[in-house]
């Protein structure tokens, strides 16, 4: 079978990426913090870059687009110490979540199915409340903290919940619908780690996990926007 010349080329920045964020996770596997620090910023960049020259930005991913910068900026402020940076990055990432928002819920699913959504995301910003304070009780996380990480998870919950209602809305093929579905949901996972790491519960191997997940996450995302008209 003949190779397209066109596709190998245009399959090296996708490998090109997917090498850096290799050296990223082994980087976190191994506590490596240099280059975990210098690489991590790189992934989104490259995907960034990929996404801009592969397809147009159009309205609808638009939206996806602002979400990836400032989650670009994220990286970079998230990458010092200090509660002080950590609310940086948290407020990035929170600007991030409003712009996945707002892209996926461009077009509304059906009537019913946005009711119950709303009244998932109602329960969920309930459980999120009792669970944060339940945990803050017992951890070393300053009490000033607390409030942000509460407002931030109900917007992760809002994104993801909106990602998985894209397979019923106009616009979104099956294929995109569920990139965007597991992405929603693995963005959910990372960024719940990185708050049970601030409540002082954490996983072995947490930073190879949050990373991993979050990297998946936004490669699926960006994939499923590729496919937007």
């Known amino acids: 079978m003949a190779v397209n010349l066109s596709d190998v080329i245009g399959a090296i920045p996708i490998v090109g990426i997917g090498l850096v964020g290799l050296v990223n996770w082994i980087s976190a596997w191994k506590l490596l913090t240099m280059p975990y620090y210098i690489t991590k910023p790189i992934v989104l960049l490259g995907l960034i870059l990929y996404l801009v020259t592969k397809v147009p930005v159009t309205p609808a991913r638009l939206p996806f687009v602002l979400g990836l910068l400032f989650s670009l900026l994220g990286d970079i402020l998230l990458i010092p110490k200090g509660n002080r940076w ?25 009537l019913p199915i946005m009711l119950v959504g709303i009244g998932v995301f109602a329960l969920a910003v309930v459980s999120i409340h009792l669970s944060v304070n339940r945990l803050a009780q017992t951890s070393s996380v300053q009490k000033n903290i607390v409030p942000f990480i509460k407002v931030y998870g109900s917007l992760v919950f809002a994104m993801t919940l909106s990602a998985i209602l894209c397979s019923a809305r106009i616009g979104w093929s099956f294929g995109a619908a569920a990139m965007a579905g597991v992405g929603g949901v693995l963005f959910l996972l990372s960024d719940g780690m990185i708050g049970m790491d601030k409540l002082d519960r954490r996983l072995p191997k947490y930073r190879f996990w949050i990373i991993f997940t979050y990297h998946i996450a936004q490669f699926l995302i960006a994939a499923a926007v590729i496919q937007l008209p």
Do not use: H
């Not at 950590?86 to 059906?110: D, E, K």
């Open 86 to 110: 950590f609310l940086a990055g948290m407020g990035a990432f929170s600007l991030t979540q409003l712009m996945y928002i707002w892209g996926f819920n461009r077009t509304l699913a059906p």
